[in-house]
């Protein structure tokens, strides 16, 4: 059994807005992140718009520095590696290639030496619920139809997590639902790990096996909460459990507003 | 309304030949004015630089994107073309290399080469805005370099708009690059056009104004045609 931990120590970050004020987005963020290779996990960071959820994740990935540490099994993280792969909230497809080339692009861009792929873009594209649309071209596709194409792309790395920016956010009813049971399936079945930053309570609960809650000015967080029930969260008693739970401890924070809750 | 009035109603006059006159003139700009030639010349003035242009672009894209003094140095050349008329510039070329072919190349390129690196900065800033910097993002994590993305995915994603800018910018270059030769002589349509207006050749000029307007609008329905067959999407 081989554990993957990520793990942040002390990060904190901050810029200067346009006046020349110094502002802090994060500050004294301590926790950790585990999965297990042979069992997916899904763990939510839910926290309210503008509290630095995607600067968080950018920092994950080594897209943006900081002060502080950010580890992955106790290798520092410095630079974009593959190993954690980020998915912006728009979920980008690139409109001239079609579903097979847009999972395919990274890896034929890519040139650090030494990496090999060893996907099968078929199994892929079945797995994320697109067989038959192979050769589509994605120009006039959905948001849902584009984040199963990003899953996809990610997972052709066979990465250790997948970040998802708050993904589900401009996706209708049905298409929310569908996605939410691919990223489950995908979590409890094929054994991948997630990392969703999110500003609503359903999906958390619904997804997750963990959900750190955050607060803002500046990003901190409150609380840790682990879902036990999570084969059996479908359950409507559950969830309401779940999400009393999530409310006073927003409430006693003064930030439940700024949090969306959701049927 | 041309061939009612010049061919049946008016057929002596001052003002425009009849229309048997210059079908039959379109024999003379082929034997006597060496149509031909001069029409390839004039045609390989305006697209071969069009297309090496449109490659050092390319090449350069990522560079012209980074904040960097090459970049600067490439972008100064912006207030040149925007406070110089291009014809100040065709009249230097033609100063220092008089009666060259390689000039009016020359001054098609960089025409076209200034456009297209500035339009390209300016759709892949501003245009593409947040679809931009989401498409880097999504690959940045993969471990993929920037040049990478810039020249495999922002170029990629702005070439429906820098297709549509080259489709406007066709006639431009094709009135520049006639004036150019008409002013430099040499071959080409433009040093045609003057010694049909030296020898006063009212038939032959109206020709080759219908030859010059066709042969734009044909230029314009293949470059509408390679956007909409290469260049499809909307980024």
Redesign the interface.
């Known amino acids: 059994m081989r554990e993957n931990i990520l793990e942040i120590k002390n990060l904190s970050k901050s810029y200067y807005n346009d006046s020349g004020t110094r502002q802090i987005v994060l500050e004294g963020m301590n926790f950790q992140i585990k999965s297990d290779e042979n069992a997916g996990s899904f763990v939510s960071i839910l926290a309210p718009f503008g509290s630095g959820k995607t600067t968080l994740l ?1 920092i994950f ?3 943006e520095n900081s002060e502080g540490k950010v580890c992955l099994n106790g290798k520092r993280i410095t ?4 190993e ?9 497809s ?3 290639l079609n579903v097979k080339e847009n999972i395919e ?2 890896s034929k ?4 030496g030494g990496k090999k792929f060893t996907f099968n873009v078929n199994e892929l594209i079945n797995l994320v619920g697109l067989s038959g649309y192979e050769n589509f ?1 994605t ?1 006039s596709s959905t948001s849902g139809f584009r984040l199963r194409i ?1 899953i996809a ?1 990610a997972l052709s ?1 066979d990465p250790k997590f997948i ?1 998802l920016d708050d993904v589900l956010k401009n996706l209708d009813g049905e298409t929310r639902s569908e996605l939410i049971e691919l990223l489950r399936v995908l979590t409890a079945e094929k054994n991948i790990s997630f990392l969703l930053a999110t500003t609503n309570i359903s999906d958390a609960i619904l997804l997750s096996h963990k959900i750190f809650l955050m607060r803002k000015n500046p990003g901190q967080i409150l609380k840790e909460i682990e879902i036990t029930e999570y084969s059996q969260i479908h359950n409507s008693e559950i969830i309401t459990k779940y999400k009393n739970e999530i409310e006073i401890e927003l409430k006693s924070h003064g930030m439940f507003h700024s949090v969306l809750v959701s049927p | 309304m041309w061939i009612l009035l010049f061919e049946i109603i008016l057929p002596v006059n001052n003002i425009l030949p009849k229309p048997s006159i210059v079908l039959q003139s379109f024999d003379d700009l082929l034997q006597k004015y060496q149509l031909g030639w001069n029409y390839l010349s004039t045609l390989s003035a305006i697209y071969l630089p069009m297309l090496v242009a449109h490659y050092i672009c390319k090449f350069l894209f990522p560079v012209i994107l980074q904040k960097n003094v090459f970049s600067d140095i490439v972008l100064s050349l912006q207030w040149f073309s925007r406070n110089i008329p291009g014809i100040i510039l065709a009249m230097i070329l033609i100063y220092w290399f008089p009666r060259s072919e390689v000039t009016k190349f020359i001054f098609a390129f960089l025409i076209s080469f200034t456009s297209f690196m500035f339009k390209s900065k300016y759709m892949a800033e501003i245009n593409l805005g ?2 931009g910097s ?2 880097s ?9 920037t040049n ?2 810039s020249r ?2 922002i170029w ?2 702005i ?1 429906p708009n820098l297709m549509a800018h080259i489709i406007r910018q066709n006639i431009y270059l094709w009135a520049s690059v006639i004036i150019f030769e008409y002013v430099n002589l040499g071959f080409g349509i433009g040093t045609l056009l003057r010694k049909i207006l030296q020898f006063r050749d009212l038939s032959a000029l109206v020709m080759i104004f219908i030859i010059i307007g066709i042969s734009i609008f044909i230029s314009m329905q293949l470059l509408k045609l390679i956007k909409n067959k290469f ?5």
């Open positions: 950018k990935a080594g897209l630079e974009p590696t593959g954690i792969i980020y998915i912006p909230e728009q979920s980008s690139f409109p001239w692009l990274p861009l890519y040139k650090r071209y120009s990003a792309r790395f970040l | 947040r679809i989401e498409y993002l999504s690959l940045q994590s993969f471990g993929i370099g990478s993305i495999e995915v990629k994603a070439q260049h499809f999407w909307k980024a």
